[in-house]
């Protein structure tokens, strides 16, 4: 089998091998963008950014840089930074559809009780901060390893396995809290 | 079993649920059954996105030829032609809605492939009328398309006269009963062609406006009456670069006004007729046009740094290759107002290194009057804003003043005392260290931190007078802060070296704001930043992490004690409810942790090193009560030292069992050199009938036997103190009335030694903080002016007191 990287520089020449490694990610992609976007619409939307950036920044990978899974996510990350900032910028703006934009229509194959749970977890990611987010999203929507999410986030390895099970830990109190209660600051 | 033996389990049961051993604890079972339910609970992508980005991307592959692009867009358009769009262009008022723009007079706007139309019902005879007009009036647009038939692919190129192409190609287009089509467009660079993808989705709207976005190429139609929605993004730096950096300043022909912003460094030009105010607080500029429209400038000073992570876009800022503010974002131009309030708008924004850090601005224009809501803004006003934004210039921060300390930070997070009163350390305008001498009066610049430097956080004395200051050192390759020991000797004010700085921190990392602390003897010294503590390691000569005890991860203060034996640590933890707080012990030189106390807050040492000060937690509520208390370092035990003396009790009239004191608020507490303590209260039975709640403030002290002391009496409608143990065991204390403003800011009536009033020249200029020195010779007190620009006008006075 094709190693990740071998394909990634196959990848920058041959459009089969780009489509192979579209196929391999794409997913992965998807529900990493999903966890900080928590709308298909805007995920699909910086997967199509992503997608086109690694396009163009293919023939820079360097495999003996690093492996490229962690080098996508860095890609990844720096777009979902970017992605926000310029949100930032159209807070000022009326023309502010995406806000008011609704969700897709569920899937009618998909049980309620998926949904629901979905909601759920999406809901209680975004109590949680930025770092743990982004934590969980590249070990669960990415299905990184702890290596290479050390590799992305720049954490110690053993660090990242204690602040992953610390979020999990968290997140899992926030989806069993009732609704309602407010999160605050600690202040001493 | 710790925490992070339960996250190796609970990592390798995610790899392998084999290898969970039976007996590992529950905890780690249900946190791993939670994690595998948020894996399953993530949605697949929907297939006809995905599978439209991959055909568009395989399409435009390098490698691909440029007639496979085509066949292929061609088939793909086959498919998923089912309706009809219409894209005209009309170039009528180009130059005055993109002046400088890329496409310029006589572009040809030509579809490339014959999309069948049919055009779309247009209900609302308002909206039929407002297309017709927009029609005539917008360089390009409009889209008309038939929701029924949806999805369907169009394609539109135009050509520059510059010979670069722009490509749209709307691959995917989703129907619904509302047919909101949503376009997005991206680059490779300006000279391929650019791309386009795009989806419509299912929404209602009521809205009426058009957007034209030259700088992300943002093209918005929507009609109320058919609720068709067309949204197309350039999202791509190359182009913005390439097509919309701001033509070079030339000086108009008319005298320009120059505005000036020392602080931060920065200046810009602009036009007679126009109205500039600046706002306190977080810096925001303003400039009314003469016709109503407003440029605000928004500026913040950050420390950022750039990760050399493989994204083009951080990697052309690393290298310095940013200009300032060469880029128009936006421009937006919004249709005539419905019963929602539109504008007419245009958007800059832009970073820029300077001398603290990073400048970051984000600056609009935008105007709501009617005549820019009916015709957009005006061309001589966004020629105007163009100009006035491309003349921004950074310049030097001021030179700070040689003669008085005057040049002083616009936040004065450092005012401290050397042990002995001679030195005093403050930071000026730009945030560097400097030095006034109780001999000589203000010192040079420290040499060697001119060059690189960028703010002083935090500093401490030994107490042999040396200085040690943790300094932001941005422009050092890896970002990392420095410590600087600064030896100084009395009766000689100027420093004679400043050995190397000391970096704190791994390579790469972004110093937020750091604490510093040294043990009085110089030979000990801790840092804590970005959520962990870096020690000094003497036999590497470098600072290197340690580990924190418990759920705590972040320190958020930290004292050595007075022998250097034991560094005190008050922790905060991301896990932990709020509010939350511990105090932690590490025992020196080993390093070993451990948790001392939970719910307090560390204040000191006392000066024998066998007790610690701490406060209760508070969760912000302005009459509820904190208490002091000293814990014993060894065992963790807490004695209440406001409640063993409560406040407020009268024998004559309370009842002892019944009595309840009103809440007290510690707001200052301090050791005196002989163990005895004091603490500023606020008492609430002080108060005022105005219940006034920043006044009531009272001493309550005691003796190392814990028996109250008697002190003096402030006056009841003191708002601010700043009490000091000066030697010799007497008590400095000012009382400021508030006089308004933010930040808050104070008038110094007196100022009182042992409760008797000194006969001083006071500041005229009210105070933001205050400091004694500890042989309570003079003061150091930050005046500002009692109105306006506070920042600008912030000076450092030192009041001689010689009580």
Redesign the interface.
């Known amino acids: 089998m094709t190693s990740p990287e071998a394909l990634a520089r196959q990848a920058?020449?041959?459009?089969s091998a780009?489509?192979d490694l579209?196929?391999l990610y794409?997913?992965r992609v998807?529900?990493y963008f999903?966890?900080h976007a928590g709308d298909?619409?805007e995920?699909?939307?910086l997967?199509?950014?992503l997608?086109?950036?690694l396009?163009?920044?293919l023939p820079?990978?360097d495999p003996a840089r690093g492996g490229f899974e962690p080098?996508l996510f860095?890609?990844a990350?720096?777009?979902l930074r970017?992605h926000f900032r310029?949100q930032r910028?159209r807070r000022?703006?009326?023309?502010d559809?995406a806000a008011?934009?609704?969700a897709?229509?569920p899937?009618p194959e998909?049980s309620l009780a998926?949904v629901e749970?979905?909601t759920r977890?999406l809901a209680a990611l975004w109590t949680l901060?930025e770092r743990?987010r982004d934590l969980?999203g590249l070990?669960?929507?990415a299905g990184l390893?702890?290596r290479q999410i050390a590799a992305v986030s720049?954490l110690s390895e053993?660090n990242v396995?204690?602040l992953?099970?610390?979020a999990?830990?968290?997140?899992?109190a926030a989806?069993e809290e009732p609704a309602g209660k407010e999160?605050?600051?600690?202040?001493? | 079993m710790d925490e992070r033996d339960l996250s190796q389990l609970f990592s390798g049961g995610l790899d392998d649920p084999a290898s969970l051993p039976p007996d590992a604890p529950a905890e780690v079972a249900e946190a791993l059954d939670f994690a595998r339910r948020l894996e399953s609970a993530l949605p697949d992508p929907r297939p006809v996105p995905r599978e439209a980005l991959r055909a568009r991307l395989i399409e435009h592959h390098p490698g691909q030829a440029r007639l496979g692009r085509l066949r292929a867009g061609l088939e793909l358009a086959g498919r998923a032609i089912a309706a009809v769009a219409l894209f005209a262009a009309l170039l009528v008022l180009f130059d005055r809605l993109l002046p400088g723009g890329p496409l310029l007079p006589g572009t040809q706007i030509t579809p490339t492939a014959q999309i069948s139309g049919t055009p779309l019902p247009l209900e609302n005879p308002d909206a039929r009328a407002e297309l017709e007009r927009l029609s005539a009036s917008l360089p390009y647009t409009l889209l008309v398309l038939d929701p029924d038939r949806l999805p369907f692919s169009l394609s539109l190129q135009w050509v520059t006269e510059e010979k670069k192409s722009l490509f749209i190609d709307v691959i995917q287009v989703y129907a619904s009963p509302y047919g909101e089509l949503i376009l997005s467009q991206t680059a490779p660079d300006d000279e391929a062609p650019l791309k386009a993808t795009g989806e419509a989705q299912v929404r209602g709207t009521t809205g009426y406006w058009a957007t034209l976005n030259t700088g992300q190429r943002l093209l918005t139609w929507q009609e109320s009456g058919a609720q068709v929605t067309l949204r197309g993004f350039v999202d791509d730096d190359t182009l913005l670069a390439a097509a919309e950096s701001l033509t070079a300043f030339t000086p108009p022909d008319e005298a320009w006004n120059e505005y000036v912003e020392p602080g931060p460094g920065f200046a810009f030009q602009y036009p007679p007729g126009w109205e500039l105010a600046v706002q306190e607080g977080p810096r925001i500029i303003t400039l009314t046009s003469p016709d109503g429209a407003v440029l605000s400038i928004a500026c913040q000073p950050m420390a950022m740094s750039y990760s050399p992570a493989p994204d083009l876009g951080e990697q052309k800022q690393a290298a310095g290759q940013v200009e300032f503010i060469d880029e128009l974002v936006t421009r937006w131009l919004f249709g005539p107002p419905g019963e929602d309030r539109f504008t007419a708008a245009a958007y800059y924004e832009d970073r820029a290194p300077a001398a603290r850090g990073t400048l970051s601005f984000w600056i609009w224009l935008e105007s709501s009057t009617a005549a820019d809501l009916e015709s957009g803004l005006s061309a001589e006003t966004l020629r105007q804003a163009d100009r006035i934004v491309s003349s921004f210039r950074l310049i030097e921060p001021s030179p700070s003043a040689t003669e008085t300390p005057a040049d002083f930070s616009a936040a004065p997070g450092l005012l401290e005392w050397s042990p002995d009163g001679q030195y005093l350390l403050y930071l000026d305008a730009a945030g560097l260290p400097r030095i006034w001498s109780a001999e000589t009066g203000p010192v040079d610049l420290l040499p060697g931190l001119e060059k690189g430097a960028v703010a002083a956080f935090d500093a401490a004395w030994t107490s042999g007078g040396e200085l040690l200051a943790a300094i932001q050192y941005a422009r050092h390759p890896d970002n990392q802060a420095g410590v600087y020991r600064i030896p100084l000797e009395p009766g000689l004010p100027l420093p004679r070296t400043v050995t190397q700085a000391l970096f704190i921190g791994a390579p790469g990392a972004t110093p937020g704001w750091i604490q510093f602390e040294a043990s009085p003897d110089g030979t000990q010294m801790a840092a804590a930043y970005g959520g962990q503590l870096w020690r000094y390691d003497p036999e590497s000569d470098s600072f290197l992490p340690s580990n924190l005890p418990g759920e705590y991860d972040q320190v958020a203060g930290l004292r050595f004690s007075p022998d250097g034996s034991r560094l005190a640590l008050q922790l905060t933890g991301s896990a932990c409810a709020s509010p939350c707080a511990a105090l932690a012990l590490m025992e020196l030189p080993g390093g070993e942790t451990r948790l001392l106390r939970e719910g307090l807050s560390l204040l000191d040492w006392s000066p024998d090193g066998r007790w610690l000060a701490g406060l209760s937690l508070s969760d912000g509520s302005r009459d509820q009560t904190v208490d002091a208390y000293r814990i014993d370092p060894d065992t963790g035990e807490a004695l209440n030292l406001t409640r063993t003396n409560p406040s407020g009790f009268d024998p004559l009239l309370d009842d002892p069992a019944a009595y309840q004191p009103a809440p007290v608020q510690v707001l200052r507490f301090a050791w005196s050199p002989d163990g005895s303590y004091l603490a500023e209260l606020r008492d609430y039975s002080l108060l005022p009938e105005s219940y006034n709640y920043l006044a009531g403030h009272r001493f309550a002290a005691w003796d190392p036997s814990g028996q109250p002391l008697a002190l003096p009496a402030p006056e009841r409608d003191a708002w601010q103190l700043w009490p000091r143990w000066i030697q010799g065991g007497r008590l400095m204390y000012a009382e400021a009335r508030y006089t308004g403003g933010m930040p808050e800011r104070y008038q110094i009536e007196r100022i009182r030694i042992d409760g008797k009033p000194l006969e001083v020249d006071l500041p005229a200029d009210p105070v933001l903080r205050l400091s004694f020195s500890p042989d309570g010779r003079c003061a150091a007190a930050v005046t500002v002016p009692p109105e306006g620009d506070w920042q600008r006008g912030a000076r450092l006075e030192i009041i001689p007191l010689a009580p």
């Open positions: 920058a020449a041959q459009p780009f489509a579209y196929d794409y997913d998807y529900r999903l966890l298909q619409v995920a699909e939307d997967c199509a950014l997608f086109e950036r396009l163009r920044a820079q990978y080098w860095t890609l990350r720096n777009l970017d310029r910028l000022f703006l009326p023309l559809a008011r934009r609704p897709p229509d899937d998909e998926r749970e979905r977890l901060p743990e969980l070990k669960f929507g390893t702890n720049g053993s396995g204690v992953i099970y610390r999990v830990r968290k997140l899992r989806c999160h605050t600051d600690g202040r001493a």
